[in-house]
C-alpha cells in the first residue's frame, strides 16, 4: 500500500480565508459567528446565528468558467486554486489522468435552486430557465466545477452526505492513493449559506436560537447550556499525494493521513448512535495500525445539538476512557455542514505544525451527560503526533480520519 501525504490546503470561512487567520482565531479565541440580519423577514425561522464567509474575489475565476458555478462553487473553487498554489504542483501535473478530484457538498447551490423554482412558479414554465442552471443545482457542481477549472482527468468523486461529505472525500482519496490508482488528489467540500438550509435544522429544533442576540456564545459544544448549531458556510481544500513522490519533488508536507473509517448507524435518520460512531472511530485507528491511546487529540464533531453532543461524548468515552484530550472546533466556526471535515482536518493540521490544542470555544459548564472525556478547555502546548478527526451526518453516516506528524519522520 502506498503512503499519503498531505501537501497543500486551502480554506474559506467564517474565521477568514487563509491558514494565517484561522490560526489566529484559534489561538485568540475569535468566533465566527453573527448575528444574521437578512435573515429577518423569513417567516418562520427562529434562529439567527450563522457563519458568513466574507471578502473573497470570484473574479480570481474567470467569467466563462463561472458561468456554471453557483457561491459554492465558486467557494470550492478558490479554496482549490489557494490549495494547488501552496502544493507547489505545476498545473501541468493536475492537468493529467494522474489527477483526481474528490468533493463533497449537501446539495447544489441552494441560491441558484432558489431561483430556479422562483422562475418556474411565478412564469409558469421554464421561459426564463438558463442553460447554466443545472450545473449549478447539480449535487456534484463543486466536484465538476473544480476538476474542469484544474483540467484533472483521474477520477472524480462527489459524496453528498451533508455533515460526513468532505470527511468522506478526503478519505475516498486517501483510499484512491494508497491503492495506486491516483498519484494526486483534489480532496474537500463546500457548503453555501441559505436561510432555508438554516430552517432544515430550525424545523427539527437543532438550531441555535438562545443566542440570537449575542452569538458569539454560541454554539457551546458539551456545554450545559448549548441550545443547537450555528448553521455556516464555507470551502476547505487539501492536496493529496503519494508520499514517494511528493518526498521527491521536496514538497512541503503537512502530515500524513494514515487510517480512515466510514460506516454507516443503520438505525435512525436524525437519531445518531453512539455504537455506529465507535465502530467508525475504531475502523480509522485498525487502518492506521494505532490504539486509542496512542492518540494525542481528537478533533469531536461536537455540533452543540442536544443529542448529537451525548451521543459522541458516550462514544468517545468508551473509545479513551477518558485519556485523550478532546475539543471540538465548531465553536469557533459554526457548522458548516459539507465543509466542516475539510476544515477541520486543515484546522488539526495547523494545531500538528504548531503543538497546542485549541480549547472547546464556549464550554464553560460541561454537561454531566458529556462527562467522561478529557475535555479541552484552556489552550493547551502540547506536541501532537496522531490526531482523529471525525464527522457524523443525519441518515447515520458516520466517518473518521487519522492525522500523522511527520515530524522526527
Known amino acids: 500500500m502506498k503512503r499519503v501525504a498531505i501537501t497543500g490546503m486551502g480554506v474559506l470561512s467564517p474565521l477568514g480565508n487563509s491558514t494565517e487567520t484561522v490560526l489566529d482565531a484559534l489561538k485568540t479565541g475569535r468566533s465566527g459567528i453573527s448575528h444574521m440580519d437578512e435573515w429577518d423577514g423569513v417567516k418562520g425561522l427562529k434562529t439567527r446565528v450563522g457563519g458568513r464567509v466574507r471578502g473573497i474575489d470570484p473574479k480570481r475565476i474567470s467569467r466563462k468558467q463561472r458561468r456554471t458555478m453557483g457561491r459554492m462553487s465558486i467557494m470550492a473553487a478558490l479554496a482549490a486554486l489557494d490549495a494547488v498554489q501552496d502544493s507547489g504542483l505545476d498545473p501541468l501535473e493536475l492537468a493529467s489522468e ?77 483510499e484512491t492513493i494508497r491503492a495506486g490508482v491516483q498519484e494526486i488528489m483534489v480532496c474537500g467540500g463546500a457548503e453555501e449559506l441559505h436561510p432555508s438550509t438554516a430552517g432544515v435544522f430550525d424545523v427539527v429544533h437543532a438550531a441555535s436560537k438562545a443566542y440570537n442576540n449575542c452569538p458569539e456564545k454560541t454554539p457551546r459544544p458539551f456545554d450545559l447550556n448549548r441550545d443547537g448549531m450555528a448553521v455556516s458556510e464555507g470551502a476547505g481544500v487539501v492536496i493529496l499525494e503519494e508520499m514517494d513522490r511528493a518526498m521527491a ?43 486509542p ?12 445539538t442536544t443529542i448529537g453532543d451525548v451521543a459522541e461524548a458516550h462514544a468517545l468515552k468508551e473509545l479513551t476512557r477518558g485519556r485523550v484530550p478532546v475539543s471540538g472546533t465548531k465553536g469557533y466556526t459554526g457548522h458548516t455542514l459539507a465543509a466542516s471535515g475539510a476544515i477541520e482536518v486543515i484546522l488539526c493540521l495547523l494545531m500538528m505544525d504548531r503543538g497546542f490544542i485549541a480549547p472547546t470555544l464556549n464550554l464553560e459548564e460541561i454537561d454531566p451527560d458529556c462527562l467522561g472525556i478529557d475535555h479541552v478547555t484552556q489552550l493547551t502546548e502540547k506536541p501532537l503526533k496522531h490526531i482523529l478527526t471525525s464527522n457524523f451526518a443525519f441518515g447515520g453516516v458516520n466517518a473518521s480520519l487519522i492525522l500523522t506528524s511527520m515530524k522526527g519522520a
Open 98 to 174: 494522474k489527477a483526481g478530484v474528490a468533493m463533497g457538498s449537501t446539495t447544489g447551490s441552494p441560491h441558484a435552486i432558489e431561483k430556479m423554482f422562483a422562475s418556474y412558479v411565478e412564469s409558469g414554465g421554464i421561459n426564463y430557465l438558463e442553460g447554466t442552471t443545472f450545473m449549478k443545482v447539480m449535487s456534484h457542481s463543486a466536484a465538476a466545477n473544480v476538476a474542469a477549472l484544474l483540467k484533472t482527468r483521474g477520477r472524480l468523486m462527489a459524496p453528498c452526505s451533508a455533515c460526513a461529505s468532505s470527511t468522506q472525500a478526503i478519505g475516498t482519496g486517501f
Open 249 to 291: 519533488r521536496n514538497a512541503t508536507i503537512y502530515g500524513e493521513i494514515t487510517g480512515y473509517g466510514t460506516a454507516s448507524d443503520g438505525n435512525h435518520m436524525t437519531s445518531p448512535s453512539p455504537g455506529g460512531m465507535l465502530h467508525c472511530m475504531n475502523q480509522a485507528l485498525a487502518v492506521a495500525g494505532i490504539a
Open 293 to 304: 491511546g496512542d492518540l494525542d487529540y481528537i478533533n469531536a464533531h461536537a455540533t452543540g
